[in-house]
C-alpha cells in the first residue's frame, strides 16, 4: 500500500484549500476495509487528529476544526479528501493522511495573517 497526499501550500487566513489523499496498491475491499484520516504535526509537538472516519463511516473532528474542515472520500478513486476553509494561522503544520496502519508523507500547510 502506498499513499500519496498532495493539496498544501501557503494560503491567508481566512483561505481554503483541499487536501487529497491517493491510495495505490490497495484493492477496492481494502481501501473501504479500514480507518481513514488526516492528522497534522507542528515542530515540537505530537502529532494529532484532524478528523478520521472509522468503518461504519462516523467522521470524527477535532473541535478545533469543526464546522471549518470536512473530511470525505471516494471509494472508486480510493482517495480521502480534506476541504479546509476559514483557515487559521494556528492551522499551519504538516498534514498527514492515514489508511490502516500506512502513512502519507505529510503535506505543509501554512497559513498567514
Known amino acids: 500500500v502506498q499513499l500519496q497526499a498532495s493539496g498544501g501550500g501557503s494560503v491567508q487566513a481566512g483561505g481554503s484549500l483541499r487536501l487529497s489523499c491517493k491510495v495505490s496498491k490497495a484493492i477496492l475491499s481494502v481501501f473501504s476495509g479500514n480507518t481513514k484520516g488526516w492528522y497534522r504535526q507542528v515542530p515540537g509537538k505530537e502529532r494529532e487528529l484532524v478528523a478520521s472516519i472509522d468503518l461504519n463511516g462516523a467522521i470524527n473532528y477535532a473541535e478545533s476544526v469543526k464546522g471549518r474542515f470536512t473530511l470525505s472520500r471516494d471509494n472508486s478513486k480510493k482517495t480521502t479528501y480534506l476541504q479546509m476553509n476559514n483557515l487559521k494561522p494556528e492551522d499551519t503544520a504538516v498534514y498527514y493522511c492515514?489508511?490502516?496502519?500506512?502513512w502519507g508523507q505529510g503535506t505543509q500547510v501554512t497559513v498567514s495573517s
Open positions: 492515514q489508511f490502516g496502519v500506512w
